[in-house]
């Protein structure tokens, strides 16, 4: 049962327009959220994170937006630049347990085209 | 480049057989983390360590164990492979057990 979901495999946006990259997630015990970017043959590199407690954070182009009654957090990219295509993962943090600390989707796969 | 390096980076062997995968986490990290990424799946938690004590696990195979040593390196071992354990593993590091996660550039492993 994936507890973290990326439904779009892909996503093409035109240089210089918003990419919107969407997150859902399934369990409420989440406190923080990550996104990381990646690149071929690299691991991957971490990019912005929310805390539960917050609803919106900006570093640069990059916002990260969480919505906790849908459960569903989204990344903007403003304006999107060709070396911004890569995969990209949500990730969220599960505050104890035994379930480990990152819990990652599947990735989207952006394609920036100039 | 994230300060944190694996070897081997690429590694062919044969069912059955068992491999080492090496993580030298950032300078200053207490906490290593193993993850595996499969063909078309999101990272997979398998196990973290902090300062060489187990600390969480997730589905980490029987066949598979982990350890962190004194000087904070950690190796993830894999035992009786078979072709399903063919992926991406890598390695992640960070100051103690909830900051942010840095992440080496893995080791590709292809088992035939």
């Known amino acids: 049962d994936q507890q973290v979901k990326q439904n779009s495999p892909s996503l093409s946006v035109q240089e210089g327009r918003i990419s919107i990259l969407n997150c859902d997630y399934t369990n409420s015990m989440f406190d923080y959220f990550l996104w990381y970017k990646k690149y071929p043959a690299e691991g991957p590199t971490f990019l912005i994170s929310?805390?539960?407690?917050?609803d919106k954070n900006e570093d640069g182009r990059f916002t990260v937006f969480l919505n906790k009654s849908a459960k569903h957090l989204s990344l903007h990219i403003v304006p999107s630049q060709p070396g911004d295509s890569a995969v990209y993962f949500c990730?969220?943090?599960?505050?104890?347990?035994?379930?480990?600390?990152?819990?990652f989707g599947k990735g989207t796969k952006l394609s920036v085209k100039p | 480049d994230s300060g944190v390096t694996q070897t081997p980076k690429h590694l062919i062997t044969a069912t059955g057989q068992r491999v080492t995968l090496r993580c030298s986490p950032r300078?200053?990290?207490?906490?290593v983390y193993w993850y595996q990424q499969s063909l078309d799946q999101g990272l997979q938690f398998l196990i973290q360590?902090?300062?060489?004590?187990?600390?969480a696990k997730g589905n980490i195979l029987e066949r598979f164990s982990a350890q962190q040593f004194p000087d904070l390196h950690s190796e993830l071992n894999l035992s009786s492979l078979e072709l399903g354990d063919s992926a991406l593993y890598f390695c992640?590091?960070?100051?103690?057990?909830?900051?942010?996660?840095?992440f080496g550039p893995g080791t590709r492993l292809l088992v035939l």
């Open positions: 929310i805390s539960s407690i917050k």
């Open positions: 300078s200053g990290d207490l906490s």
């Open positions: 360590y902090y300062n060489g004590e187990e600390r």
């Open positions: 992640a590091s960070s100051a103690g057990g909830w900051e942010t996660q840095y």
């Open positions: 990730a969220a943090r599960y505050y104890g347990g035994s379930q480990g600390n990152l819990i």
